[in-house]
């Protein structure tokens, strides 16, 4: 029978004609988007009053942070475009678009009490009330990674008195567009910000503050989430009805052997990096596992106190419960194993955990970006067993590639066997998951990769002045999921040549 099965599936065949995909549709009420963010989309950096953002001013004094010297001065220009932005959404057929707004355009200061700017306010109301009217929900990161370069300049993340300052950014926004906006995400992948920004120096503001950066800035971020979530409780929930929620990124780590060790590795690399930020959403207070384990190190390392800040028990309450949805960017696995030889001090040492890759598992551009859609089902079963079944809504997963190429076959491939996975997380498993955006909507400017990575459904041709949008395979196929309801049957009709034949055969096979 395996025999048989591997021959088949090496002919491609068992995959399309026994329909190893998830034949359920998606729950009623289940909701598809596509995301973006506004450094990486709008450009017109300087224009409509815009302050400059710490993305502004890295790579405008320090090109060489990024692939080719690119930033996003200009990206998509979105900025000027977003009206055929929409349009395509509307094609797209999403019922949400996630999009965020640029603080600087909003307050060019940063600082608490500083003046509101009304270029900027008029241009998301615009888009606002332009998806409105296309029936598309606007989905609202208030901070995706682009800092006021003047609250960056006092210490940014690093300084506590930035919970104040993102108070007021997010209370002013509330006022601004609560009316309409009734889906928020607070702060988008604080890892990928307080790891990168602070601690290894890859992401803005290129800081290397290795093994303190990283726990001071999750500490902060923390607390500036939990004290807009009680703002929004206290003083909009009644009227405006909507909902807070935030953004963790997840890798699904496998076990790299089969050993105790690398089982235990797995499940703290999974503490160390998504319950850093899970844990006291949903519970309130560290993991305990990640607590021992810096505090022990940090004594042995000489420092008088643990690296990782403590709350107070006041603070404890109000992050505890934080969330009216548990917002998760799932992408890939990885694998893990134990390794108690890392530098130190860091998050990875502090972890214990050695990642790596199967290099039998597909990948493409990225090296960490794999495709192993099991891992998706994996990830969300963790959650509902570690958090309590909350409701999740998956707010980026994609693929990349180097090429422009608009027969984009592999992340099609992605996006159904993923939304695959996750059709059956919802169905056999339990698990509560209630949306799905794709990452992205647009090819846009990748951080540190520049424009060199694409992971857009949507072609950007970035060497032109005008920036024009093509569409990709992986439009057509999102939207005909969309539109379905399922994944529907591939059109890669293999039964054009031997159908009865192979039908025939999964018959014989079910049988044995
Ligand atoms: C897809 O194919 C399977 C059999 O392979 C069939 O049972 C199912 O009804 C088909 N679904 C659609 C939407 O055509
Ligand atoms: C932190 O912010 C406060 C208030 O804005 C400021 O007075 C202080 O100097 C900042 N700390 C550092 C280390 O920059
Ligand atoms: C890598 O993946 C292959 C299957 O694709 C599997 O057989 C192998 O055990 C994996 N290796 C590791 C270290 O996970
Ligand atoms: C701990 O060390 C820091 C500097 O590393 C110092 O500022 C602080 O005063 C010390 N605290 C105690 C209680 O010794
Ligand atoms: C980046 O630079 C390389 C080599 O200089 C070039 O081949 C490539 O086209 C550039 N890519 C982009 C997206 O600018
Ligand atoms: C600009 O791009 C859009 C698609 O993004 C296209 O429809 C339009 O024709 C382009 N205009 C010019 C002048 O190339």
């Known amino acids: 029978m395996s025999i048989l099965k591997g021959t088949l599936s090496f002919l491609g065949v068992f995959h399309i004609v026994c329909g190893e995909l998830s034949q359920y549709s998606f729950p009623d009420n289940f909701q598809f988007g596509v995301s973006s963010s506004a450094y990486q989309i709008e450009g017109a950096w300087n224009e409509g009053g815009k302050g400059v953002s710490i993305w502004d001013h890295s790579l405008h004094s320090n ?44 307050i060019p200061l940063g600082y608490s009490g500083s003046k509101v700017n009304e270029e900027g306010v008029k241009y998301y109301n615009d888009l606002i009330d332009a998806l409105l009217a296309e029936g598309i929900q606007p ?3 208030i901070y995706h990674w682009d800092l006021p370069q003047t609250l960056e300049n006092k210490g940014g993340w690093l300084n506590e008195s930035i919970v104040e300052d993102f108070v007021y950014y997010a209370k002013t926004l509330f006022e601004l567009y609560g009316d309409r906006v009734k889906r928020w995400i607070t702060i988008n992948e604080y890892l990928q910000i307080c790891e990168y920004g602070y601690s290894s120096a890859t992401l803005a503001p290129f800081l290397n503050l290795a093994g303190v950066g990283v726990y001071q800035c999750s500490h902060h971020a923390l607390l500036a989430h939990g004290r807009v979530y009680r703002l929004y ?13 935030s953004v963790i990124q997840a890798f699904w780590c ?29 519970y309130g ?48 696995t990885i694998l893990c194993s134990f390794n108690d030889n890392l530098p130190q001090p860091s998050l990875d040492s502090d972890c214990g955990v050695e990642i790596s890759q199967n290099s039998t598992w597909k990948g493409d551009s990225l090296w960490w970006l794999r495709h192993v859609p099991w891992g998706f089902r994996k990830l969300l079963v ?11 809504i998956i707010l980026e997963g994609g693929w990349s590639t180097d090429e422009n190429d608009l027969n984009d076959v592999d992340r099609v491939q ?14 056999e498993d339990g698990c509560s ?38 569409p990709r395979k992986s439009f057509n196929e999102f939207r005909n999921i969309i539109r379905s309801n399922r994944i529907p049957n591939s059109s890669v009709h293999l039964e054009i040549y031997l159908p009865v034949f192979y039908i025939i055969l999964c018959y014989l096979l079910k049988l044995i």
Not at 76 to 94: F, T
């Open 414 to 427: 992605y996006y159904r066997e993923y939304l695959s996975e996750m059709l059956k997380a919802i169905y």
């Open 233 to 245: 409780q206290n003083q909009f929930k009644a009227s405006q009805k909507g909902e807070v929620g």
């Open 139 to 141: 989905f609202v990161t």
């Open 285 to 332: 207070n560290y993991p305990p596992i990640m607590m021992e384990r810096i505090e022990a190190l940090s004594d042995k390392q000489g420092f008088n106190k643990s690296r990782l800040p403590r709350f107070t028990e006041q603070q404890i309450e109000m992050i505890k419960g934080s969330f009216d949805f548990l917002g998760v960017n799932h992408y890939t």
């Open 63 to 106: 090109p060489d942070y990024v692939l080719n010297k690119s930033n996003g001065d200009i990206a998509c220009d979105s900025y000027h475009k977003w009206k055929e932005d929409i349009a395509m959404l509307k094609n797209l057929g999403v019922q949400f678009y996630r999009f965020s707004i640029s603080w600087t355009r909003i």
């Open 433 to 470: 998951v209630i949306g799905y955006a794709a990452w992205s909507f647009l090819d846009a400017f990748e951080w540190n990769s520049g424009y060199t990575k694409k992971f857009g459904l949507i072609y950007v041709d970035f060497g032109s002045a005008n920036r024009t949008r093509i």
């Open 254 to 282: 496998e076990p790299k052997t089969s050993s105790m060790d690398d089982q235990l590795a797995a499940e703290h690399y999974m503490q160390f990096n998504f319950g850093i930020y899970a844990h006291p959403i949903v």
């Open 382 to 392: 963790w959650i509902k067993k570690t958090y309590d079944n909350p409701k999740v």
